[in-house]
């Protein structure tokens, strides 16, 4: 399933259920440390912990951008 509300599914008669279902849904979470590369969890989670504890959403912007950085541009060039 697409992660959008708004995004178009495929006919699959279990996706379509999938969709609506969610669509339903008040909340919906994500396996973020699942769904993610090994290394921005580990830099990422404890942010979000932070954050949790703070609520300083710019300090949170600040340095999840700063770990997708290290990670996601490590990644695009190769490095690992």
Known sequence: LPPNKSATVGDDPFVLAGSRLLNRAEDVSQYFDRDTLPAFEKLAVPVLARFVAS???????????????????????GVQ
């Open 55 to 77: 609520g300083d959403i710019k300090a949170t912007l600040d340095a999840l951008e700063a770990a997708r950085l290290e990670v996601f541009w490590q990644d695009t060039q």
